[in-house]
Protein backbone atom coordinates (compact mmCIF):
# COMPACT_ATOMS: atom_id res chain seq x y z
CA UNK A 1 0.00 0.00 0.00
CA UNK A 2 2.57 2.10 1.22
CA UNK A 3 4.52 1.88 -2.67
CA UNK A 4 1.06 3.10 -3.97
CA UNK A 5 0.56 5.84 -2.33
CA UNK A 6 4.19 7.06 -3.28
CA UNK A 7 3.76 6.44 -6.73
CA UNK A 8 0.47 8.18 -7.06
CA UNK A 9 1.84 11.26 -4.87
CA UNK A 10 4.92 11.15 -7.18
CA UNK A 11 3.34 11.27 -10.83
CA UNK A 12 0.64 14.08 -9.49
CA UNK A 13 3.61 16.10 -7.70
CA UNK A 14 5.48 15.73 -11.20
CA UNK A 15 2.32 16.21 -13.60
CA UNK A 16 2.73 19.97 -13.63
CA UNK A 17 6.48 19.59 -14.93
CA UNK A 18 6.62 16.55 -16.83
CA UNK A 19 4.78 14.74 -19.91
CA UNK A 20 4.11 11.41 -19.41
CA UNK A 21 6.84 9.06 -19.66
CA UNK A 22 7.03 5.35 -19.74
CA UNK A 23 9.12 5.45 -15.84
CA UNK A 24 12.17 6.67 -14.72
CA UNK A 25 15.53 4.92 -15.41
CA UNK A 26 17.74 2.87 -12.79
CA UNK A 27 19.30 5.12 -10.25
CA UNK A 28 22.52 6.08 -11.95
CA UNK A 29 25.69 5.76 -9.01
CA UNK A 30 27.69 8.32 -10.41
CA UNK A 31 27.14 12.17 -10.91
CA UNK A 32 25.38 13.02 -13.69
CA UNK A 33 26.41 15.92 -16.13
CA UNK A 34 24.53 18.39 -18.43
CA UNK A 35 24.50 16.99 -21.78
CA UNK A 36 25.56 18.66 -25.09
CA UNK A 37 22.78 19.92 -27.33
CA UNK A 38 20.79 17.31 -29.24
CA UNK A 39 21.91 14.54 -26.70
CA UNK A 40 19.19 12.26 -24.81
CA UNK A 41 18.84 13.98 -21.61
CA UNK A 42 19.04 11.85 -18.62
CA UNK A 43 15.80 11.68 -16.09
CA UNK A 44 17.04 14.44 -14.08
CA UNK A 45 17.44 16.27 -16.64
CA UNK A 46 14.38 16.36 -17.90
CA UNK A 47 12.82 17.17 -14.61
CA UNK A 48 15.31 20.40 -14.59
CA UNK A 49 14.17 21.19 -18.24
CA UNK A 50 10.73 20.73 -17.37
CA UNK A 51 11.25 23.21 -14.31
CA UNK A 52 12.12 26.04 -16.50
CA UNK A 53 14.24 27.50 -14.45
CA UNK A 54 17.20 29.93 -16.07
CA UNK A 55 20.37 29.61 -14.30
CA UNK A 56 22.62 26.50 -12.80
CA UNK A 57 21.15 23.32 -10.63
CA UNK A 58 23.54 21.27 -8.30
CA UNK A 59 22.12 18.09 -6.26
CA UNK A 60 22.99 14.92 -4.62
CA UNK A 61 20.96 13.04 -2.09
CA UNK A 62 22.26 9.65 -0.13
CA UNK A 63 21.20 6.92 1.84
CA UNK A 64 21.15 7.55 5.40
CA UNK A 65 21.65 4.10 6.52
CA UNK A 66 24.38 2.77 4.34
CA UNK A 67 25.76 6.73 3.44
CA UNK A 68 26.30 5.62 -0.10
CA UNK A 69 25.55 8.93 -2.30
CA UNK A 70 22.40 7.20 -4.89
CA UNK A 71 22.17 10.55 -7.30
CA UNK A 72 24.05 14.20 -7.99
CA UNK A 73 24.12 16.80 -10.62
CA UNK A 74 26.30 19.33 -11.27
CA UNK A 75 29.07 17.59 -10.48
CA UNK A 76 31.77 19.31 -8.98
CA UNK A 77 30.14 22.69 -9.03
CA UNK A 78 29.13 24.74 -5.73
CA UNK A 79 26.26 27.36 -5.28
CA UNK A 80 25.62 29.90 -2.91
CA UNK A 81 23.25 27.89 -0.38
CA UNK A 82 21.58 30.90 1.66
CA UNK A 83 20.43 29.97 4.47
CA UNK A 84 20.42 26.20 4.00
CA UNK A 85 24.24 27.14 5.40
CA UNK A 86 22.81 27.46 8.80
CA UNK A 87 22.21 23.79 9.28
CA UNK A 88 26.31 23.53 8.70
CA UNK A 89 27.21 26.25 11.20
CA UNK A 90 24.74 24.70 13.66
CA UNK A 91 26.98 21.49 13.76
CA UNK A 92 30.10 23.92 13.61
CA UNK A 93 28.57 25.58 17.01
CA UNK A 94 27.56 22.36 18.26
CA UNK A 95 30.84 20.15 18.36
CA UNK A 96 32.96 23.07 19.52
CA UNK A 97 30.38 24.64 21.96
CA UNK A 98 28.65 21.74 23.14
CA UNK A 99 24.56 21.90 23.22
CA UNK A 100 24.58 23.15 26.66
CA UNK A 101 26.64 25.96 26.53
CA UNK A 102 25.21 29.19 27.78
CA UNK A 103 26.59 32.95 26.60
CA UNK A 104 26.68 35.00 29.60
CA UNK A 105 25.93 38.92 29.70
CA UNK A 106 26.91 40.39 33.14
CA UNK A 107 27.49 43.59 35.06
CA UNK A 108 30.78 44.48 36.47
CA UNK A 109 31.82 46.12 39.37
CA UNK A 110 35.50 48.19 38.44
CA UNK A 111 35.78 49.42 42.10
CA UNK A 112 34.68 49.13 45.33
CA UNK A 113 30.97 49.30 46.56
CA UNK A 114 30.29 51.08 49.79
CA UNK A 115 26.94 51.29 51.30
CA UNK A 116 25.47 50.70 47.94
CA UNK A 117 27.34 53.42 45.96
CA UNK A 118 30.30 51.63 43.11
CA UNK A 119 33.25 54.77 43.39
CA UNK A 120 34.40 53.21 39.84
CA UNK A 121 33.36 52.55 36.66
CA UNK A 122 29.85 50.16 35.86
CA UNK A 123 30.06 47.58 32.84
CA UNK A 124 28.02 45.69 31.03
CA UNK A 125 29.60 42.91 29.57
CA UNK A 126 28.70 41.44 26.22
CA UNK A 127 29.45 37.51 26.20
CA UNK A 128 27.72 37.30 22.18
CA UNK A 129 24.45 36.22 23.39
CA UNK A 130 22.50 36.63 20.05
CA UNK A 131 19.23 36.45 22.12
CA UNK A 132 19.51 39.14 24.57
CA UNK A 133 17.04 41.14 24.32
CA UNK A 134 14.94 44.59 26.57
CA UNK A 135 13.35 42.04 28.77
CA UNK A 136 16.96 40.31 29.77
CA UNK A 137 18.68 44.20 30.20
CA UNK A 138 15.37 45.17 32.01
CA UNK A 139 15.74 42.40 34.35
CA UNK A 140 19.20 42.55 35.29
CA UNK A 141 18.94 46.49 35.61
CA UNK A 142 16.61 45.10 38.60
CA UNK A 143 18.89 42.78 40.21
CA UNK A 144 22.04 45.17 39.92
CA UNK A 145 19.10 47.24 42.53
CA UNK A 146 18.45 43.91 44.22
CA UNK A 147 22.53 43.83 44.74
CA UNK A 148 22.74 46.58 46.61
CA UNK A 149 23.37 49.50 43.91
CA UNK A 150 22.27 52.91 43.96
CA UNK A 151 24.32 55.22 42.85
CA UNK A 152 27.70 54.57 40.40
CA UNK A 153 30.44 57.12 40.94
CA UNK A 154 32.78 55.98 38.03
CA UNK A 155 32.02 55.82 34.19
CA UNK A 156 29.08 53.34 32.56
CA UNK A 157 30.76 50.94 29.91
CA UNK A 158 29.74 48.36 27.20
CA UNK A 159 32.64 45.77 26.83
CA UNK A 160 31.79 44.37 23.26
CA UNK A 161 35.34 42.20 22.66
CA UNK A 162 34.07 39.14 22.73
CA UNK A 163 33.66 39.40 19.44
CA UNK A 164 34.91 41.38 16.43
CA UNK A 165 33.00 44.33 15.50
CA UNK A 166 31.22 44.33 11.89
CA UNK A 167 29.37 46.75 10.55
CA UNK A 168 27.38 44.94 8.36
CA UNK A 169 26.45 41.23 8.19
CA UNK A 170 26.29 42.09 3.81
CA UNK A 171 27.49 45.31 3.04
CA UNK A 172 25.83 44.70 -0.72
CA UNK A 173 22.22 44.72 0.74
CA UNK A 174 20.35 48.01 1.47
CA UNK A 175 21.13 49.64 4.57
CA UNK A 176 17.87 49.38 5.75
CA UNK A 177 17.29 45.52 5.70
CA UNK A 178 16.53 44.21 9.17
CA UNK A 179 18.28 41.06 8.34
CA UNK A 180 21.81 42.56 7.87
CA UNK A 181 22.94 44.50 10.89
CA UNK A 182 25.95 45.26 12.76
CA UNK A 183 27.51 41.97 14.75
CA UNK A 184 29.63 42.59 17.81
CA UNK A 185 30.48 40.86 21.67
CA UNK A 186 26.54 42.10 22.26
CA UNK A 187 23.95 42.29 20.65
CA UNK A 188 20.13 43.61 21.87
CA UNK A 189 17.10 42.76 19.74
CA UNK A 190 18.61 41.37 16.93
CA UNK A 191 20.34 44.43 16.95
CA UNK A 192 17.07 46.07 15.27
CA UNK A 193 15.25 49.51 16.37
CA UNK A 194 11.69 49.70 16.41
CA UNK A 195 10.53 52.21 13.73
CA UNK A 196 6.81 53.35 14.02
CA UNK A 197 5.14 56.48 12.63
CA UNK A 198 1.60 57.81 12.63
CA UNK A 199 0.31 60.69 10.28
CA UNK A 200 -1.15 63.70 12.63
CA UNK A 201 -2.36 67.10 11.93
CA UNK A 202 0.42 68.39 11.83
CA UNK A 203 2.67 66.00 9.95
CA UNK A 204 3.95 62.56 11.26
CA UNK A 205 4.84 61.92 14.74
CA UNK A 206 7.93 59.13 14.47
CA UNK A 207 9.68 56.73 17.33
CA UNK A 208 12.49 54.78 17.82
CA UNK A 209 12.70 52.14 20.54
CA UNK A 210 13.79 49.02 21.69
CA UNK A 211 10.45 47.40 22.64
CA UNK A 212 9.61 44.51 23.83
CA UNK A 213 6.74 42.36 25.10
CA UNK A 214 6.64 44.40 28.70
CA UNK A 215 9.13 47.52 27.89
CA UNK A 216 9.39 50.26 25.16
CA UNK A 217 12.33 52.58 25.83
CA UNK A 218 12.88 55.22 23.27
CA UNK A 219 16.52 55.44 21.92
CA UNK A 220 18.62 57.88 21.57
CA UNK A 221 21.43 56.19 19.32
CA UNK A 222 19.28 56.29 15.98
CA UNK A 223 17.32 58.84 15.17
CA UNK A 224 14.61 59.34 11.91
CA UNK A 225 14.14 62.44 10.05
CA UNK A 226 10.62 62.58 7.64
CA UNK A 227 12.22 64.26 4.22
CA UNK A 228 9.96 65.60 1.36
CA UNK A 229 10.73 63.60 -1.42
CA UNK A 230 9.82 59.85 -3.01
CA UNK A 231 12.96 58.32 -3.45
CA UNK A 232 15.02 56.79 -2.18
CA UNK A 233 12.56 55.52 0.70
CA UNK A 234 15.14 55.21 3.09
CA UNK A 235 19.01 56.91 3.63
CA UNK A 236 21.52 56.02 6.50
CA UNK A 237 24.40 58.30 7.38
CA UNK A 238 26.75 57.07 10.52
CA UNK A 239 28.04 60.10 12.77
CA UNK A 240 30.10 60.10 15.54
CA UNK A 241 27.39 58.30 18.36
CA UNK A 242 24.14 58.19 16.21
CA UNK A 243 22.52 55.87 13.35
CA UNK A 244 20.90 58.97 11.15
CA UNK A 245 18.20 57.78 9.46
CA UNK A 246 15.76 59.35 6.58
CA UNK A 247 12.59 58.12 5.33
CA UNK A 248 11.06 59.73 2.36
CA UNK A 249 7.08 60.96 3.33
CA UNK A 250 5.49 60.02 0.47
CA UNK A 251 6.46 56.07 1.45
CA UNK A 252 4.68 56.38 4.97
CA UNK A 253 0.45 56.65 4.39
CA UNK A 254 -0.87 56.97 7.36
CA UNK A 255 1.17 54.89 9.58
CA UNK A 256 2.85 51.77 10.40
CA UNK A 257 5.94 50.08 11.60
CA UNK A 258 9.53 48.63 10.96
CA UNK A 259 12.37 46.90 12.60
CA UNK A 260 15.66 48.98 11.06
CA UNK A 261 18.81 47.25 11.46
CA UNK A 262 21.55 48.98 14.11
CA UNK A 263 24.69 49.36 13.08
CA UNK A 264 26.26 50.22 16.57
CA UNK A 265 25.52 47.48 19.17
CA UNK A 266 26.83 48.75 21.82
CA UNK A 267 25.65 52.12 22.18
CA UNK A 268 21.96 51.00 21.87
CA UNK A 269 22.26 48.05 24.33
CA UNK A 270 24.19 51.17 26.57
CA UNK A 271 21.31 53.36 25.46
CA UNK A 272 18.78 51.32 26.28
CA UNK A 273 20.12 49.94 29.84
CA UNK A 274 20.54 53.58 30.97
CA UNK A 275 17.14 53.92 30.35
CA UNK A 276 16.18 50.79 32.36
CA UNK A 277 18.23 51.32 35.37
CA UNK A 278 17.06 54.87 35.90
CA UNK A 279 13.88 53.05 36.26
CA UNK A 280 15.38 51.25 39.50
CA UNK A 281 16.62 54.69 40.51
CA UNK A 282 20.20 54.19 39.16
CA UNK A 283 21.75 57.29 37.26
CA UNK A 284 24.39 56.16 34.87
CA UNK A 285 26.66 58.38 32.75
CA UNK A 286 27.14 58.48 28.98
CA UNK A 287 28.04 55.50 27.74
CA UNK A 288 31.69 54.30 26.51
CA UNK A 289 32.33 51.43 24.43
CA UNK A 290 35.06 48.90 25.06
CA UNK A 291 37.08 45.99 23.55
CA UNK A 292 39.17 45.44 26.61
CA UNK A 293 37.30 43.85 29.77
CA UNK A 294 39.04 45.04 32.95
CA UNK A 295 38.64 42.74 35.98
CA UNK A 296 36.33 43.33 38.79
CA UNK A 297 33.63 41.75 40.61
CA UNK A 298 30.45 40.50 38.87
CA UNK A 299 27.53 41.71 40.30
CA UNK A 300 24.79 40.35 38.18
CA UNK A 301 24.96 37.88 35.86
CA UNK A 302 22.03 37.16 33.05
CA UNK A 303 22.83 33.07 30.96
CA UNK A 304 21.10 32.24 27.93
CA UNK A 305 18.99 29.09 26.65
CA UNK A 306 21.31 26.31 26.37
CA UNK A 307 23.19 26.34 22.85
CA UNK A 308 20.42 23.84 21.81
CA UNK A 309 17.23 25.69 21.85
CA UNK A 310 19.07 28.69 20.23
CA UNK A 311 19.80 26.99 17.25
CA UNK A 312 16.39 25.29 17.40
CA UNK A 313 15.25 29.08 16.81
CA UNK A 314 17.88 29.55 14.32
CA UNK A 315 16.84 27.33 12.00
CA UNK A 316 12.89 27.58 12.70
CA UNK A 317 12.99 31.68 12.19
CA UNK A 318 16.44 31.50 9.94
CA UNK A 319 17.91 34.37 12.05
CA UNK A 320 21.25 35.67 10.40
CA UNK A 321 22.51 37.17 13.41
CA UNK A 322 22.45 33.91 15.13
CA UNK A 323 24.27 32.11 12.90
CA UNK A 324 27.00 34.75 12.75
CA UNK A 325 27.56 35.26 16.68
CA UNK A 326 27.27 31.73 17.68
CA UNK A 327 29.71 31.16 14.25
CA UNK A 328 31.96 33.41 15.34
CA UNK A 329 31.74 31.88 19.11
CA UNK A 330 32.76 28.21 18.04
CA UNK A 331 35.67 30.05 15.66
CA UNK A 332 36.78 31.95 19.08
CA UNK A 333 36.62 28.50 20.55
CA UNK A 334 38.51 26.88 18.21
CA UNK A 335 41.48 29.02 19.08
CA UNK A 336 41.13 31.28 16.51
CA UNK A 337 39.99 34.68 17.61
CA UNK A 338 38.41 35.84 13.87
CA UNK A 339 39.03 39.36 12.41
CA UNK A 340 35.56 39.50 11.02
CA UNK A 341 32.90 36.87 9.15
CA UNK A 342 35.28 36.49 6.39
CA UNK A 343 38.10 35.18 8.64
CA UNK A 344 35.35 33.07 10.88
CA UNK A 345 33.95 31.27 7.64
CA UNK A 346 36.53 30.64 6.80
CA UNK A 347 37.66 28.61 9.44
CA UNK A 348 34.14 26.64 9.55
CA UNK A 349 34.99 25.83 5.73
CA UNK A 350 38.48 24.32 6.93
CA UNK A 351 36.80 22.23 10.41
CA UNK A 352 34.07 20.92 7.53
CA UNK A 353 36.68 19.59 5.93
CA UNK A 354 38.98 18.10 8.81
CA UNK A 355 35.25 16.52 10.14
CA UNK A 356 33.37 15.61 6.92
CA UNK A 357 35.74 15.80 3.96
CA UNK A 358 33.67 18.70 2.84
CA UNK A 359 36.87 19.91 0.62
CA UNK A 360 34.35 21.98 -1.75
CA UNK A 361 32.78 24.39 0.74
CA UNK A 362 34.07 28.06 0.60
CA UNK A 363 31.68 29.89 2.84
CA UNK A 364 32.09 33.49 3.30
CA UNK A 365 29.65 34.01 6.36
CA UNK A 366 27.72 31.57 8.95
CA UNK A 367 24.64 32.85 8.00
CA UNK A 368 24.56 32.09 4.45
CA UNK A 369 23.46 35.91 3.51
CA UNK A 370 26.57 36.32 1.32
CA UNK A 371 26.15 35.05 -2.25
CA UNK A 372 29.69 34.90 -2.26
CA UNK A 373 29.63 31.76 -0.15
CA UNK A 374 29.96 28.65 -2.31
CA UNK A 375 28.95 24.82 -1.49
CA UNK A 376 28.98 21.77 -3.31
CA UNK A 377 25.61 19.57 -2.54
CA UNK A 378 27.53 16.54 -1.92
CA UNK A 379 29.58 17.99 0.45
CA UNK A 380 26.60 19.17 2.85
CA UNK A 381 25.08 15.62 2.21
CA UNK A 382 28.17 14.18 3.73
CA UNK A 383 27.91 16.66 6.75
CA UNK A 384 23.78 15.58 7.06
CA UNK A 385 24.81 12.15 6.85
CA UNK A 386 27.10 11.96 9.46
CA UNK A 387 25.51 14.53 12.00
CA UNK A 388 22.43 11.47 11.50
CA UNK A 389 24.47 8.88 13.05
CA UNK A 390 23.90 11.03 16.38
CA UNK A 391 20.62 12.55 15.72
CA UNK A 392 22.00 15.72 17.01
CA UNK A 393 20.52 17.64 13.68
CA UNK A 394 16.98 16.43 12.30
CA UNK A 395 14.85 16.86 15.52
CA UNK A 396 16.29 20.78 15.11
CA UNK A 397 15.11 21.39 11.70
CA UNK A 398 11.96 22.09 10.88
CA UNK A 399 9.09 20.21 9.14
CA UNK A 400 8.71 20.97 5.57
CA UNK A 401 5.28 20.22 4.04
CA UNK A 402 5.31 19.20 0.16
CA UNK A 403 2.37 20.03 -1.55
CA UNK A 404 -0.57 18.42 -3.39
CA UNK A 405 -1.48 18.20 -6.88
CA UNK A 406 -2.90 21.83 -6.35
CA UNK A 407 -0.09 23.48 -4.83
CA UNK A 408 -1.49 23.54 -0.96
CA UNK A 409 0.80 22.75 1.26
CA UNK A 410 -0.57 19.27 2.87
CA UNK A 411 0.30 17.38 6.25
CA UNK A 412 -0.73 14.24 4.62
CA UNK A 413 2.01 13.54 2.11
CA UNK A 414 3.62 10.34 2.67
CA UNK A 415 7.22 11.93 2.01
CA UNK A 416 7.99 13.62 5.01
CA UNK A 417 10.63 16.10 4.90
CA UNK A 418 12.45 17.88 7.93
CA UNK A 419 14.94 20.40 6.16
CA UNK A 420 16.11 24.01 6.30
CA UNK A 421 14.95 26.46 3.52
CA UNK A 422 17.12 28.95 1.49
CA UNK A 423 16.17 32.03 -0.40
CA UNK A 424 18.05 34.62 -1.31
CA UNK A 425 16.58 36.83 -4.55
CA UNK A 426 17.74 34.36 -7.57
CA UNK A 427 18.94 31.85 -5.71
CA UNK A 428 17.06 29.28 -3.83
CA UNK A 429 17.97 26.36 -1.54
CA UNK A 430 17.01 23.12 0.42
CA UNK A 431 18.69 20.84 2.45
CA UNK A 432 18.14 18.29 4.88
CA UNK A 433 16.35 14.56 5.77
CA UNK A 434 13.22 12.79 3.96
CA UNK A 435 12.15 9.69 4.99
CA UNK A 436 9.89 7.94 2.22
CA UNK A 437 6.23 6.24 2.37
CA UNK A 438 8.56 3.07 2.33
CA UNK A 439 10.35 4.58 5.41
CA UNK A 440 13.92 4.51 3.53
CA UNK A 441 15.73 7.91 5.07
CA UNK A 442 17.63 9.95 2.83
CA UNK A 443 19.77 13.06 2.84
CA UNK A 444 19.66 15.80 0.39
CA UNK A 445 20.72 18.85 -0.87
CA UNK A 446 19.31 21.17 -3.43
CA UNK A 447 20.70 24.34 -4.73
CA UNK A 448 19.79 26.28 -7.79
CA UNK A 449 20.84 30.30 -8.55
CA UNK A 450 20.56 32.48 -11.62
CA UNK A 451 24.03 34.32 -10.91
CA UNK A 452 24.28 36.10 -13.78
CA UNK A 453 20.44 37.98 -13.45
CA UNK A 454 21.67 38.55 -9.71
CA UNK A 455 24.98 40.31 -10.39
CA UNK A 456 22.76 42.85 -12.68
CA UNK A 457 20.94 43.83 -9.60
CA UNK A 458 21.51 47.29 -8.00
CA UNK A 459 22.11 47.71 -4.37
CA UNK A 460 18.77 48.93 -4.09
CA UNK A 461 16.83 46.73 -5.98
CA UNK A 462 17.99 43.72 -3.99
CA UNK A 463 15.16 43.63 -1.17
CA UNK A 464 12.35 43.08 -4.15
CA UNK A 465 13.50 42.83 -7.48
CA UNK A 466 11.02 41.99 -10.49
CA UNK A 467 10.87 38.64 -11.46
CA UNK A 468 12.66 37.42 -8.55
CA UNK A 469 8.84 35.62 -6.97
CA UNK A 470 8.16 33.79 -9.95
CA UNK A 471 12.03 32.67 -10.12
CA UNK A 472 12.12 31.00 -6.76
CA UNK A 473 8.31 29.94 -7.01
CA UNK A 474 9.98 27.71 -9.95
CA UNK A 475 12.88 26.99 -7.62
CA UNK A 476 10.90 25.60 -5.00
CA UNK A 477 8.19 23.15 -7.35
CA UNK A 478 11.54 21.71 -8.92
CA UNK A 479 13.01 20.86 -5.32
CA UNK A 480 9.59 18.83 -4.98
CA UNK A 481 9.69 17.07 -8.06
CA UNK A 482 13.55 15.77 -7.39
CA UNK A 483 12.04 14.84 -3.64
CA UNK A 484 8.77 13.26 -5.48
CA UNK A 485 11.66 11.41 -8.03
CA UNK A 486 13.67 10.26 -4.90
CA UNK A 487 10.77 9.37 -3.17
CA UNK A 488 9.71 6.67 -6.13
CA UNK A 489 13.42 5.54 -6.85
CA UNK A 490 14.69 4.73 -3.96
CA UNK A 491 11.63 4.25 -1.62
CA UNK A 492 12.02 0.72 -0.58
Known sequence: MADRISRRYFLAGLGALLAPASGWANAPETSLRPRLRGARLSDPEKVIRAAGLKGEVVFAVADVKTGNQLEAFGGENGLPPASVAKA???????????PDHRFETRLIADGPVENGILKGDLILAGGGDPLLDTEALASMAANLRKAGIREVRG????????????NSIDPTQPDHVGYSPAVTGIALNFNRVHFEWARGAKGYAVSMDARSANYRPDVAMAKMLVADRSLPIYTYQASARVDNWTVARTALGNGGARWLPVRRPSLYAGDVFQTLARVNGIVLGRTQVVRSLPEGAVLVTHRSEPLIDILRGMLK????LTAEMVGMAATKARGAMPADLQDSAREMNRWAAEKYGATRTAMADHSGLSDASRMAPGDLVKALVAARKTNVLRPLLKPYNLRDSKGRPTNSHPIKVDAKTGTLNFVSGLGGFMTTAGGVELAFAIFTADIAHRATLSRAQRERPEGARPWNSRSRRLQQALIERWGSLYGS
Not at 317 to 320: E, P, Q, R, V
Open 155 to 166: AFKVYEGALPYV
Open 317 to 320: YSTN
Open 88 to 98: LTALYALDLLG
